[in-house]
């Protein structure tokens, strides 16, 4: 989804409508921000559904144990993609050292 707000900003910022850039982004956010949402009960409850899948004991509850750590990251990703596309659509991404 991050992927394909690439190129409207691209698009956007080629064609000097500088206005859409923030338009797209913020929804861009609401989208993703839902879908994490959505995806939240998978992470909750990872180990009884890879029970139910017939996963080993011990892999499903170690599974569910690192599913739980990445919900944060998850919701984070969710920010940090788009704001990436929109700076690099205008050239100003940042860089890591």
């Known amino acids: 989804m991050a992927s394909a707000l690439e190129t409207l900003c691209g698009q956007a910022f080629g064609a000097k409508q500088y206005?859409?850039?923030g338009v797209y982004m913020q929804r861009s956010w609401i989208v993703?921000?839902?879908c994490c949402f959505l995806l939240l009960?998978?992470?909750v409850?990872?180990?009884p559904l890879l029970?139910?899948?017939g996963q080993p004991d011990d892999v499903a509850e170690m599974s569910g144990e690192v599913a739980a750590w990445?919900?944060?990251l998850h919701f984070s990703?969710?920010?940090?993609f788009p704001l990436q596309r929109f700076l690099q659509s205008q050239c100003?991404?940042?860089r890591s050292p």
């Open 19 to 21: 206005h859409k850039l």
């Open 32 to 34: 993703l921000f839902l």
């Open 41 to 43: 009960p998978f992470y």
């Open 45 to 47: 409850y990872a180990t």
């Open 51 to 53: 029970k139910l899948l």
């Open 70 to 72: 990445m919900i944060p």
């Open 77 to 80: 990703f969710a920010f940090q």
């Open 92 to 94: 100003r991404a940042v």
